[in-house]
């Protein structure tokens, strides 16, 4: 494929696992893009979407672990992951730091998943070229 | 880059409304160039007056009378969706433009959804 045609693409989703496909859709997207050659600048979790960066979730162990397919995803292709926020904080989804500053009794962030700001999408959106939405479809 | 975000869904029955709104504030505070058009039921978050204190949220009423000030390059309501609503000029809070949504579209390079 000529490198004209390569994207370095943005995923964003919206829509949380167990509630919505979008998660999964996006997954097989990214395996799909990055197989063909394009590259993936970050993936990042917004409203809903936030739930799939939770380290609590627990599926019964005949369905699929979205949060631990996707992290592993991220971790072997070096693809960073950033929640918002905003989303998690409402969300109940929180790293030690914010564990510490909002003094709640545990902290729930799935690695390699980052919480940062909306800015970190905004960048995304200047940093590549083209930006895809995985949403809840509701 | 100049982005669209697209509001589709009516206020207070989800979050994804006030969530691109945040979306649009973000891209103007890092001086980028964003627009908010509201449509299809996404229209009725710019009826006038609206009192959501009932169920403990709050009006766009004040955050979009400030989109200019934070650097909105304007706000625009479907005129088809505002029609299908019973919106007009009158009723609607100040500071919206009525347009045809295939009419915009194509000037943005960026189209942005919350949910």
């Not at chain 2, 979306?23 to 609206?50: E, H, K």
Request: glycine share 8%; hydrophobic share 45%; proline share 6%.
């Amino acid at each position: 494929m000529a490198a004209d045609s390569l994207h370095n693409f943005t995923l964003v989703i919206t829509g949380a696992p167990y509630s919505s496909q979008a998660p999964q859709t996006a997954l097989s997207f990214a395996r799909a893009a990055l197989a063909k050659g394009h590259t993936l600048d970050r993936v990042f979790l917004y409203g809903d979407g936030v739930h799939l960066a939770s380290a609590l979730c627990a599926p019964p162990s005949d369905e699929p672990h979205w949060p631990a397919q996707w992290a592993a995803f991220l971790k072997d292709n070096a693809v960073p992951g950033v929640a918002c926020i905003a989303s998690a904080l409402r969300r109940g989804l929180v790293n030690d730091a914010e564990q510490k500053r909002y003094e709640l009794p545990a902290c729930n962030l799935l690695e390699p998943f980052m919480i940062a700001g909306l800015g970190e999408w905004v960048e995304a959106t200047m940093a590549s070229s083209r930006v895809i939405y995985f949403h809840a479809g509701a | 880059m100049s982005t669209l975000m697209v509001i589709d869904q009516p206020p207070y029955g989800t979050w994804a409304g006030r969530e691109a709104l945040d979306m649009a504030f973000s891209l103007a505070a890092f001086d980028q160039s964003v627009t908010l058009l509201f449509t299809g039921s996404g229209v009725n978050w710019l009826r006038m007056s609206q009192q959501p204190g009932g169920v403990e949220q709050k009006s766009l009423e004040k955050n979009l009378s400030a989109a200019p000030v934070f650097g909105v390059e304007a706000i625009y309501a479907d005129a088809a969706a505002c029609a299908r609503y019973g919106l007009t000029v009158e009723n609607m809070i100040a500071g919206v433009a009525i347009a045809s949504s295939s009419e915009l579209l194509p000037k943005y390079t960026h189209t942005a959804f919350a949910g």
